[in-house]
């Protein structure tokens, strides 16, 4: 492949105003995350209606020319899988990408599985395959194989092909104005991860009470900080299940802390002091500093009704040529269960029941809740055994 190598700050600031004009940019990254706070970005590749690039970002020290490009300058970025790329760039530049692409996101309005592989898609979208063989790569090594950089360069050489396919398809199914929502919240909840601690995101925390969750809350910032300033994995500062302990016993004395199985093991004796402090504060604030108690829904009858939505959904998404791994996850429908059934706090409708899915769902999980619909097996030996059908008499709940 023909394409230009840039390895310096004035060849990138060069590249950037010639690129200026362009009608899209299409790029993607290799990173390493092993054992660090927040990947590091080793290379970026990027396809121009005016060729390939190759950006060695470890060689190029100031990588803002290229951000301001994307957020500023170029009407479309195109990408494929971006979390981290949005990250990156956010990160950087403190601003989204002027109009972001993401083909994963994009191909499941299409009727594509989500999420796609971009091999994956580039096969069942344009008819060709993409050799593998550097996903073990540390992209920090230098000098790099002329078979890294093909491996790198194919990852963006058919990204532009595909959004023209995509986004033709997508318009003609009517689902242009679904995809822009969806990709506009998707960067907002990124911008959330880049910006706020994600302390009520940790598995196990439904139950605990408000001082408990005070300590979690401080353990977590603590965890960042120290993770942060010695470029480590948050987790393996301290456990994400050791936080929940740690909470759960209030316990701030060394000596005390030093008996729960697995601490020592697992922590460096350097920081046991410093986690009994942020305990012993948590555990002495007011309780108008503490947090707000997580809602949790233990009813058993959320599971199966849950079960039900889901295949129902399946159902529809399979019908309607639209991925269900898009429309809703698993505690998606959970969620909505558990609202329909009266179990959740607040007055915010569920996100089953806001924006593009609720056009899309119609009044369905209405209908099935309700006995207007039904599942039922029709042909075992069809492709789609089961399918959705809508009941002429109203259920015995109706005509009271």
């Not at 060069?14 to 009608?23: D, P, Q, T």
């Not at 002329?146 to 003609?172: C, N, S, W």
Request: aromatic fraction near 8%.
């Amino acid at each position: 492949m023909n394409f230009e190598h840039i390895v310096d700050n004035h060849q990138l600031a060069k590249f950037c105003r010639a690129v200026a004009g362009c009608e899209y940019v299409a790029f993607d990254t290799e990173f390493v995350s092993e054992n660090r706070f927040r990947p590091q970005l080793c290379l970026l590749q990027v396809a121009t209606p005016q060729g390939l690039a190759i950006i060695d970002a470890i060689a190029v020290t100031e990588m803002g020319p290229f951000w301001d490009l994307i957020c500023r300058q170029v009407p479309v970025c195109i990408t494929h899988a971006a979390r981290e790329e949005f990250l990156f760039c956010f990160r950087e530049a403190k601003a989204r990408p002027r109009q972001l692409v993401d083909l994963q996101i994009l191909a499941a309005f299409a009727g594509y599985e989500y999420p796609a592989a971009y091999s994956s898609l580039v096969n069942q979208i344009l008819g060709e395959r993409i050799a593998k063989g550097e996903t073990r790569t540390d992209w920090r090594q230098r000098p790099l194989s002329k078979k890294q950089i093909h491996y790198a360069l194919q990852d963006v050489q058919h990204l532009f092909p595909m959004y023209q396919a995509l986004g033709e398809r997508v318009t003609k199914l009517g689902r242009k104005d679904w995809y822009l929502e969806e990709i506009d919240e998707w960067q907002r909840r990124l911008e959330e991860v880049a910006t706020e601690p994600q302390w009520q995101r940790l598995p196990g925390i439904s139950k605990l009470s408000r001082r408990e969750l005070a300590v979690v809350r401080e353990l977590y910032l603590w965890r960042e900080q120290v993770a942060e300033s010695r470029e480590r994995t948050p987790r393996r500062v301290l456990p994400d299940d050791l936080i929940i302990e740690l909470a759960k016993r209030g316990e701030h004395q060394p000596a005390r802390l030093t008996a729960i199985r697995g601490l020592s093991q697992r922590v460096s004796g350097r920081l046991i002091p410093e986690i009994g402090e942020v305990v012993a504060r948590a555990m002495s604030l007011p309780d108008s500093g503490l947090p707000q108690k997580i809602a949790s829904s233990p009813n058993p009858n959320i599971g199966i009704l849950g079960q039900f939505l889901t295949t129902s959904l399946n159902l529809v998404c399979n019908e309607r040529q639209i991925s269900p791994g898009l429309v809703a996850t698993t505690q998606d429908i959970r969620n909505l269960a558990a609202w329909k059934m009266g179990l959740l706090e607040g007055d915010e409708e569920p996100l089953l029941m806001q924006g593009w899915r609720r056009e899309f769902l119609a009044d369905l999980f209405d209908d099935v809740i309700n006995g207007r619909v039904a599942l039922r097996v029709m042909n075992p030996r069809a492709p789609s055994p089961v399918q959705l059908v809508r009941l002429d008499s109203p259920t015995k709940d109706e005509t009271k």
